[in-house]
Nanobody, 123 residues
Framework: VQLQASGGGLVQAGGSLRLSCVAS????????MGWFRQAPGQEREFVAS????????YYADSVKGRFTISRDNAKNTVYLQMNTLKPEDTAVYYC?????????????????WGQGTQVTVSS
């Protein structure tokens, strides 16, 4: 599976962005798909995940109610809609795929990674 993330950019606090992750090689419906982020000097942290089998979603507390993960099987794409963005959301965002139908918040359990897309939120 190859993953290509896009959609990052510069936005003011309170604004919105939608990240996309296009998968090639295998259909996203077979995988648990996740979004992670990494700010400078910090460890990579879990943001959201989507189970390919159950469609159950899971979010980090810091983004719950503001971010939404979704999937378009026809386009083999996973999205992360980010609303009410805050300066602390600034990071490089990565999409990832896990060969399991179940959600995971642990980056070590994901098998495939995209290249990352920068999100910068100005105050």
């Amino acid at each position: 599976v190859q993953l290509q993330a896009s959609g990052g950019g510069l936005v003011q606090a309170g604004g919105s962005l939608r990240l996309s992750c296009v998968a090639s090689g295998r259909t996203v419906s077979l995988y648990n798909m996740g979004w992670f982020r990494q700010a400078p000097g910090q460890e990579r942290e879990f943001v959201a995940s989507f189970s390919g089998r159950t469609s159950i979603t899971y979010y980090a507390d810091s983004v719950k109610g503001r971010f939404t993960i979704s999937r378009d099987n026809a386009k083999n794409t996973v999205y992360l809609q980010m609303n009410t963005l805050k300066p602390e959301d600034t990071a490089v965002y990565y999409c990832a795929a896990r060969q399991s139908p179940y959600n995971s918040i642990y980056s070590s359990q994901y098998n495939y990674w995209g290249q990352g897309t920068q999100v910068t939120v100005s105050s």
